[in-house]
Nanobody
């Protein structure tokens, strides 16, 4: 199994920045797609950003130009740099590791415990 631990959340004023970290228990980035999801009360969970093992990235329209996902393979850590934060970014942010065919028969998902991000003045 893969364990994921998020850190870096907290309270920040609008326009501020935070960097979230997701540390994996073992080296997995060679085959897993890593993603950051968020869920706010009363809203559906949404994909914020993802990075494939090959380094391709994808972002939700709401965060393009403000958030950047990256990884450090040597440290088994994925980061989410969040700039120009807005109140609507307030949510619990979850790290996700996804593995599917051809590496597995069925898709595997591993989740971190989540870290709270609150953007408020």
């Amino acid at each position: 199994q893969v364990q994921l631990v998020e850190s870096g959340g907290g309270l920040v004023q609008p326009g501020g920045s935070l960097r979230l970290s997701c540390a994996a228990s073992r080296s997995i980035f060679s085959i897993y797609t890593m993603g950051w999801y968020r869920q706010a009360p009363g809203k559906q969970r949404e994909l914020v950003a993802a990075i494939t093992s090959g380094g391709s990235t994808n972002y939700a329209d709401s965060v393009k130009g403000r958030f950047t996902i990256s990884r450090d393979n040597a440290k088994n850590t994925v980061y989410l740099q969040m700039n120009s934060l807005k109140p609507e970014d307030t949510a619990v942010y979850y790290c996700n590791a996804n593995l599917g065919p051809p590496f597995t028969i069925a898709t595997l998902d591993y989740w971190g415990q989540g870290t709270q991000v609150t953007v408020s003045s």
